[in-house]
């Protein structure tokens, strides 16, 4: 079966860090581009940044210079490394496979998404 | 405010044939595929459509997705309780270099 499990919300202060991580199983997940989507409550779908199979990584302008993707294929393995964090930032985070294998560029859309794990900014 | 322009609510009766539009541009539709996700509250999204009419496997053959230069739509027929969910389009955007979502379809099944 394939399946991404999130893992590392919670309760962090403005300015604090969180890091996410999302596990895979059932694929290979070293050929697939694989992505962060956050969704505030009641709100639609962000795109938070997503990461080749070769490494490339994109963002929004939102998030780049404060979040960083990153991927560990050995362990099959998705990491979204989280810095000064804002109430923004406040948020269901999904990691989610990319549905063609290839670089982010070449999106196609994403087919295989974790149950989200709950990430509140808050003071 | 979205990237792509989707109208905040749609609606139909069980049976009927509704269709949800989605608008882009040059820089996304316009060279990009477009894809479509169904979204019941408290779930994750689930994909329907990509590569502009692709359907995953699983997705049944009632839905499907087309586009036209830069313009999207999404068709469901033969409506059922079921649909009624929370529709969003995406695309990768060449000049923004990152993927861009609508903001969101409310469908309710009447």
């Known amino acids: 079966e394939v399946l991404l499990v999130e893992s590392g919300g919670g309760l962090v202060q403005p300015g604090g860090s969180l890091r996410l991580s999302c596990i895979a199983s059932?694929?290979?997940?070293?050929?697939?581009?694989m992505h962060w989507v956050r969704q505030v409550k009641g709100k639609g779908l962000e795109w938070v940044s997503g990461?080749?199979?070769?490494?490339?990584?994109y963002y929004p302008g939102s998030v780049k210079g404060r979040f960083t993707i990153g991927r560990e294929n050995a362990k099959n393995s998705l990491y979204l490394q989280m810095n000064s964090l804002r109430v923004g930032d406040t948020g269901v985070y999904y990691c989610?496979?990319?549905?063609?294998?290839?670089?982010?560029?070449?999106?196609?859309?994403?087919?295989?998404w974790g149950q989200g794990t709950t990430v509140t900014v808050s003071s | 405010q979205s990237v792509l322009t989707q109208p905040p609510s749609a609606s139909g009766t069980p049976g009927q044939r509704v269709t949800i539009s989605c608008s882009g541009s040059?820089?996304?539709?316009?060279?990009?595929?477009v894809n479509w996700y169904q979204q019941v509250p408290g779930t994750a999204p689930k994909l329907l459509i990509y590569?502009?009419?692709q359907r995953p496997s699983g997705v049944p053959d009632r839905i499907s997705g087309s586009k036209s230069g830069t313009s999207a739509s999404l068709a469901i027929s033969g409506l059922q309780s079921e649909d009624e969910a929370n529709y969003y389009c995406a695309s990768w955007d060449d000049s923004l270099r990152r993927v861009v979502f609508g903001g969101g379809t409310k469908l309710t099944v009447l």
């Open positions: 040059s820089s996304n539709f316009g060279s990009n595929t």
């Open positions: 590569s502009d009419t």
């Open positions: 990461i080749g199979g070769s490494g490339d990584t």
């Open positions: 989610a496979r990319g549905v063609i294998p290839g670089p982010v560029y070449s999106y196609y859309g994403m087919d295989v």
């Open positions: 059932g694929f290979t997940f070293s050929s697939f581009d």
